[in-house]
């Protein structure tokens, strides 16, 4: 797994952001990143999630982070969540699950027979794409705390 003082890996993907446009994290990387990591859009505890941080949205602006959540849902799919849920910053749509094999977070759900989707994760990427935060669970009902993970991003800035 990434570590803190570790360099992020580098990925491109389909980042939904209203439209479908391409997305290399390196070539689009201005200033801090926060990537949160859901299992799947429309369910009752990623929804929570995403709600959070776009109710927090304004703190990692702040900061000058820039938001990204991110998952194996398609970026159509994940275009339509940010329609429902008025989520106001983009998603990364992994849908041949290489961001989550890169960040060592894929996790299944054996008893649904449901394989390769995100753990629940937070990182926080300096300028420079070294990781200065990381939180992971192996627990798909938990959720980051909130206010630290705002707090690393003012210190990533």
């Not at 989550?100 to 300096?126: E, N, Q």
Request: net charge negative.
């Amino acid at each position: 797994m990434v570590e803190v003082g570790d360099s992020a890996p580098d990925f491109s993907a389909p980042l939904a952001n209203g439209d479908v446009e391409p997305f290399t994290l390196s070539e689009d990387l201005d200033g801090p990143v926060v990537l949160a990591f859901f299992p799947g859009a429309f369910t009752s505890v990623c929804t929570s999630e995403m709600n959070t941080l776009q109710d927090d949205l304004g703190r990692f602006e702040e900061s000058g982070a820039t938001l990204y959540g991110v998952s194996v849902d398609t970026p159509f799919a994940l275009n339509e969540f940010r329609e429902q849920e008025g989520l106001e910053f983009d998603l990364v749509s992994d849908t041949n699950k290489e961001i989550i094999a890169s960040y060592d977070v894929a996790m299944d759900f054996d008893d649904l027979g449901y394989h390769g989707v995100a753990k629940r994760a937070a990182f926080v990427l300096d300028g420079d794409r070294e990781i200065t935060y990381a939180w992971v669970s192996d627990d798909p009902g938990a959720e980051p705390d909130y206010d630290e993970l705002t707090e690393a991003a003012d210190e990533a800035a």
